[in-house]
């Protein structure tokens, strides 16, 4: 075969991973027909990670009934059956589903625009309506390299008030090796899951009470008030104020700023005094009036505001996903105020900022320049202007980045910083958004060297994100065993007897007075269950303490990585612990 064809077929290539995963969800569907032939097809793409189909099935998928389906599945790619292509007019193609008994198939039928092209493809007995592309043979994909991996509940068409179906997940890889390899990374992935570390470590919960409102436990809340503590080290270092700003502001304002427009359905709103009120999904445009609140000189600019501000937005419960999908979180926004001439300068300033945070906690990202979407305001040219600025700030910086077409936010195109973990998964949580739109809105304005009024443009930026999804991601990326500056127990003291127990007391109150996280292990419990218990905590440091330790004044240390490092004084210790803390050491 010559490397062309090679190429044409690697799946290295996200076209063809693409292409390949489609094709899988089609031999998914196949098989359940030929099984059941009174399920009812909808939709079935490939995803990032996969495929899946969505069926309106009389029964549940149980895992008894995923796994004939699965087999049915590889009999499929045996028989390695060709994909045809072929076109009907709409009134042709709208009988042929309705002979088939598919509804759902119909009703997408329907809904594409007049002059659409209406395309199916063939394999054997089975046909689905489809755009494509496809591989061309069911046998391109190896049989037992397919993994049917979950079934979950999907409304038809995303609308809760539709028929709710089955989506039956699958993954899919050219060799078994890879497919194990995935399936393996999947279950640390679920050892790393961080609702199950979260009530583990005693982080925090989620309550049926409150679906999407997280509670935060006492170590939970010393973790997140650590973390925003760094936060503002880093923002006072780089020239940032702090702000605080209402929840609750009135129609008006979201009217100005576009949002009543663009993002009510994600807002929760009220009535106060006869009047509309809502509770802000984004803290933007109490910016704005606080940037309003008192005149401004080019002398200012740039001029950089943070706010670690509470915000609450309107997700669906089935989107709802431990820390990662919530309806009310903290979003360390900030929005930096400046002149046209200062903006790149300003872009490059925030992604050093970006860098410097981002390497604290040991994570690579990617970058994604998200262009014009088509429900925006601003007209196209300001658009572009501001997608080149973009483009030149970072790409002077030697950073590499990816288009992604038409996501940008309403009121101007942005750079999103895609995290990588240590499982090699990717979470958007930076990004920053070049806005020339509300300031206009909001008539911002300074006073030039000139002597003239200007508007300033902004940008609107997070490093962290939502704080509550931020910890879920560095959570899993840790498997719960934090940095010892994050952590919120640090050092736990493990009196072997009653008589070490006054020691233990005594140096844990002494690394409380310096300002160290600690806590006493009193229980009447063998030395071995206390260590197996802190190690399960995720404990950094465990001080072991006897007789000989009460008596010499040391402690025996043990770390939750590097295990026993042996007996020390108590001041080598602490420099140790120092050291670790202040740099913020990743182990």
């Known amino acids: 075969m010559s490397n062309e064809m090679n190429d044409k077929y690697s799946f290295e290539d996200p076209e063809y991973r693409k292409t390949y995963w489609h094709t899988c969800s089609h031999v998914l569907a196949q098989a359940v027909k030929r099984l059941w032939p009174e399920v009812k097809l909808a939709i079935g793409p490939s995803i990032d990670e996969g495929f899946y189909y969505d069926m309106d099935s009389p029964f549940p998928f149980t895992p008894e009934i ?16 060709k994909l045809e ?99 393996e990374r999947i279950e640390e992935a679920k050892r790393r899951d961080h609702r199950k570390l979260g009530k583990e470590l005693g982080l925090f919960m989620l309550r049926d009470e409150g679906p999407g409102f997280p509670f935060f436990l006492p170590k939970g809340m010393v973790l997140k008030n650590t ?16 702000i605080s700003t209402p929840v609750i502001l009135n129609r008006q304002l979201w009217e100005r700023s576009g949002h009543w427009d663009h993002y009510k359905q994600n807002m929760y709103t009220t009535v106060i005094d006869g009047e509309d009120y ?82 604290t906690f040991g994570l690579q990202y990617t970058i994604e320049l998200s ?39 309403f009121y101007g195109p942005k750079l999103d910083f895609h995290l990588a973990d240590s499982l090699g998964r990717t979470w958007q949580c930076g990004t920053i958004q070049l806005d020339s739109q509300l300031p206009e809105r909001f008539e911002l304005e300074y006073v030039g060297e000139d002597g003239q009024k200007h508007r300033p443009i902004m940008i609107h930026r997070v490093v962290l994100g939502s704080i509550e999804r931020f910890i879920g991601v560095i959570t899993e ?6 940095p010892t500056w994050l952590a919120p127990v640090q050092v736990k003291l493990l009196p072997i007897t009653d008589r070490a127990a006054a020691y233990a007391d005594e140096v844990a109150a002494k690394l409380d007075a310096s300002g160290y996280r600690v806590e006493v292990d009193h229980r009447n419990e063998k030395i071995g269950k206390k260590i197996r218990e802190a190690q399960l905590e995720k ?49």
């Open 66 to 81: 995923m796994e004939k389906i699965e087999e049915e599945m590889r009999k499929i790619c045996k028989e390695k059956l």
């Open 85 to 183: 292509r072929f076109e009907l007019p709409r009134e042709e193609a709208i009988k042929f589903m309705e002979e088939k008994g598919e509804p759902y198939k119909v009703e997408l039928i329907n809904d594409l625009p007049e002059d659409a092209t209406i395309s199916f493809y063939k394999q054997g007995e089975f046909t689905d309506l489809c755009a494509g592309p496809h591989l061309d043979s069911t046998g391109r994909i190896k049989g037992n390299a397919i993994k049917l991996t979950a079934c979950n509940a999907a409304y038809w068409r995303g609308d809760s008030s539709r028929q709710t179906l089955q989506r039956i997940y699958g993954i899919a890889f050219p060799k078994k090796e890879e497919l194990d390899a995935y399936l």
């Open 227 to 242: 973390l925003l503590d760094y936060w503002r080290q880093v923002h006072k270092r780089y020239g940032y104020v702090e």
């Open 278 to 359: 809502a509770i802000k999904p984004m803290n933007c445009p109490g910016g704005m009036l606080v940037y309003a609140s008192e005149p401004h000189s080019y002398r200012d600019l740039p001029l950089r505001v943070g706010e670690i501000g509470l915000v609450h937005r309107h997700e669906l419960s089935g989107a709802l996903h431990g820390l990662f999908r919530v309806r009310c979180f903290n979003q360390d926004d900030a929005h930096v105020f400046m002149t046209r001439e200062q903006m790149k300068d300003v872009i490059q300033e925030t992604a050093r900022l970006f860098d410097e945070v981002y390497s």
């Open 371 to 409: 262009t014009m979407p088509e429900d925006h305001i601003g007209t196209v040219e300001e658009w572009e202007r501001n997608q080149e600025i973009l483009k030149d700030a970072i790409t002077d910086m030697g950073k590499e980045f990816t288009i992604n077409e038409g996501d940008g936010a």
């Open 477 to 482: 990326h840790c498997a719960g065993a934090l």
């Open 539 to 587: 404990v950094p440091y465990m001080l072991v303490i006897g007789d000989q330790e009460a008596e010499a004044g040391t402690v025996s240390v043990r770390h939750r990585a590097d295990g026993d490092l042996g007996t020390m004084s108590y001041d080598d210790f602490v420099a140790a612990l120092k050291e670790a803390v202040d740099s913020k050491a990743l182990k």
